[in-house]
């Protein structure tokens, strides 16, 4: 139970003074009044004495998000989700044996299972989901674009003490798109994404089609994404 807490509930509602969060088996069951709010005798009470209880926020567009430092960060700041959206998969390459998208790819075509084979990237999530000083972070992995289209191979990120370059994932055919998807889904991803402008007003780069996008679509909304 937690008690005498100034409560913001996310509603653009004034803050709350003097308000209790009754928890039970980690969820929520009550909020209220102090006053109102009992405690039974079994009860562990926190006096959080006028400090701040509200939920949890999140951030939906992030970069740099793999790294410990960073998720933990994120937490002592009430940020308790973030969603990474375009970074890679398998760097440093010696944490599989597994040098990139392509042989990734060919290695489960061959027949090796998805399990034995998670990209680093989403086994590191995984290992953090477990950690509640971290924040949850929700992955896309490398963004999906078109052949000669964004990022290219400008995408460099630090992968905590490693820096990486990895391509976006390009597509051609509509087949080959879906195909894509399907096996970033089968991998972990939590969201997909997709390049669709051209960045700092340049033409140089490729965009996916139409059909490429409604192929892409229909493949995430069809694993629940």
């Known amino acids: 139970m937690i008690q005498n807490a100034t409560g913001i509930d996310g509603t653009a509602a004034e803050p709350n003074s003097e308000r209790a969060v009754a928890i039970v088996a980690d969820r929520i069951v009550e909020v ?3 006053a109102t709010v009992f405690a039974y005798p079994d009860d562990e009470v926190l006096d959080v004495e006028g400090r701040v209880v509200m939920p949890g926020v999140i951030n939906a567009h992030v ?3 793999y790294s410990t430092e960073n998720l ?3 937490a002592r700041a009430g940020v308790t989700t973030i969603r990474e959206v375009g970074a890679p998969l398998f760097a440093p390459p010696e944490w599989t044996g597994i040098s990139g998208w392509d042989d990734w790819v060919a290695a489960i075509l061959a027949g090796a299972e998805v399990e034995d084979l998670l990209p680093p990237a989403f086994v590191w999530r995984d290992e953090e989901a477990e950690r509640p000083e971290s924040a949850r972070a929700l992955l896309s992995g490398p963004c999906v674009t078109a052949t000669g289209g964004y990022p290219g191979g400008s995408l460099s990120l630090h992968v905590n003490t490693e820096t990486v370059v990895e391509d976006g ?3 051609t ?3 080959d ?3 894509t998807v399907e096996v970033l889904l089968d991998a ?3 969201v997909i994404k997709i390049c669709l402008a051209n960045p700092w007003g340049t033409t140089e780069w490729g965009l ?3 059909d490429q996008v409604a192929a892409i679509v229909e493949v995430a909304h069809a694993a629940g994404v």
Do not use: K
């Open 32 to 34: 209220g009044p102090t």
């Open 63 to 65: 970069h740099f998000a």
């Open 72 to 74: 933990e960060a994120w």
């Open 169 to 171: 994932l390009e597509v």
């Open 173 to 175: 055919p509509v087949e």
């Open 177 to 179: 798109a879906r195909r």
């Open 188 to 190: 972990g991803a939590d």
């Open 208 to 210: 996916l089609s139409q």
